[in-house]
């Protein structure tokens, strides 16, 4: 840990550079800087106290909301102070406008900021996301005798073998954690190989699988107005290769199905313009969201906007879950189903397996591989009661994965503690 710490400590200079750097070129404000640093001003009055969760970014976050909210149901004294390494991450938690939080960019993992923080908002207790094991960060909060708690603990085969090399990082590491949660059964072995003891372990636990919509505002009513529900169907989270291969299913089932919309949602926001322009170039009509354009029936909507999927998921009754088309191991099949939406996805589900195994073999999704798949699937679905059976099927058996409520209530007793 000592070298850890030297090594933090000479890369200073060049961390401060970057952020001005970023500064400068408008990337990020001076605010954004000064939390960064760590010297950023605010915190809680005295007599409050915050539980701290970290997260590196969006999706990261996303998994953690159901907790949240259900932790502040619960203890109607507890702040909430999130971190993130990202702008964007930052951007969702305080989109999410959740009563006694706070959202503030992650500082530099070094002791002082850690200790700053914990003294200005009064912490009892760090909850990080995945695979944000910090050492600074758990060290400084654990000899604060707080409680570390990770959450969907993830650790790959190839992390394993280093932490193994670094022993005199990982075994401090993991005997800072009070509690952890694994994410899949791979990561739950290795984490016990490396030391970590079963009672400080939960059951394999993927939050992506406790979400439930949240109830704040979907579409508004010209925007629903605008889309025929039973005759859209939505891309969600499409990457690179997947674009022309919807886009194609799309001009196919048009054919039989003219009314049939579809709402394009890509995984990064910045490829916009570039499937705007595969689509104009295939002859369909497009609206884009961050021009306020209005989609015609039968056109594409390009949903290019932050945050809003729950928003795109209440317009479609079918949504194709991206990141399948291609080895990305797909997206979280949960959110859509929970919306009521009707399940297809293509052959790349490693990130979560087990539950598309179940959907596939229990009539609660259906695979395809190619554009004209995906074509036939729609066009099966036209039909009504044979779309709302789907719905209804998706939802049923991703609602049978698991609550929040054991998960909030060992959080609030170790805090307690």
């Avoid at 007599?47 to 590196?56: T, Y």
């Avoid at 259900?70 to 109607?76: C, N, V, W």
């Avoid at 993927?206 to 919509?213: H, I």
């Avoid at 989270?237 to 919309?261: F, N």
Wanted: glycine letters at 8%; a positive charge.
């Amino acid at each position: 840990m000592g070298f850890y710490r030297l090594l933090l400590t000479l890369l200073i200079p060049l961390l401060t550079l970057m952020g001005l750097t970023r500064v400068a070129r408008g990337r990020e404000t001076r605010a954004d800087f000064w939390q960064r640093m760590g010297v950023a001003p605010g915190g809680l009055e005295t007599g409050a106290r915050s539980i701290w969760l970290h997260a590196a970014s969006m999706g990261e976050l996303a998994s953690a909301e159901s907790i949240l909210r259900l932790m502040l149901a619960r203890d109607p004294e507890l702040h909430i102070l999130i971190t993130t390494n990202s702008t964007t991450g930052r951007a969702l938690a305080q989109k999410w406008q959740l009563p006694r939080t706070q959202a503030r960019l992650a500082p530099f993992d070094t002791r002082w900021a850690a200790k700053r923080l914990i003294r200005a908002w009064r912490i009892a207790g760090l909850v990080v996301m995945e695979s944000e094991l910090w050492p600074n960060r758990l060290r400084t909060v654990a000899q604060a005798d707080l409680p570390v708690i990770v959450l969907g603990a993830r650790l790959s085969r190839r992390t394993a073998r280093g932490w193994r090399r670094f022993t005199w990082i990982s075994r401090p590491l993991l005997a800072d954690v009070r509690w952890l949660l694994p994410q899949d059964k791979g990561s739950r072995r290795r984490f016990r190989s490396l030391g970590l003891s079963g009672d400080r372990m939960g059951d394999v636990t993927n939050l992506k699988a406790l979400y439930t919509p949240s109830g704040r505002a979907g579409p508004d009513e010209a925007l629903r107005n605008a889309f025929d529900r039973e005759s859209t169907w939505l891309a969600a989270s499409t990457h690179p290769g997947e674009d022309q291969m919807i886009l194609k299913a799309h001009r196919i089932a048009r054919e039989s199905w003219p009314e049939l919309t579809l709402i394009l949602a890509p995984r990064h926001v910045e490829r916009a313009e570039k499937i705007r322009g595969l689509a104009e170039e295939r002859g369909l009509d497009v609206a884009q969201r961050t021009r306020h354009e209005t989609c015609e029936t039968g056109g594409v909507y390009l949903a290019d906007t932050m945050g809003e999927m729950p928003v795109f998921y209440e317009l479609a009754r079918i949504c194709f879950v991206a990141g399948s088309l291609i080895n990305r191991g797909g997206h979280t099949p949960f959110e859509p189903a929970a919306h009521g939406c009707a399940l297809l996805h293509g052959p790349y589900t490693s990130n979560f397996r087990e539950i598309y195994r179940r959907l596939d073999t229990s009539g609660g999704a259906f695979q395809a591989s190619t554009s004209k798949d995906i074509a036939d699937l729609l066009l099966e679905l036209r039909d009504g009661e044979r779309r709302s059976s789907l719905a209804h099927r998706s939802a049923e058996i991703c609602a049978q994965s698991g609550s929040p409520e054991p998960i909030v209530a060992r959080i609030l007793s170790l805090i307690a503690a």
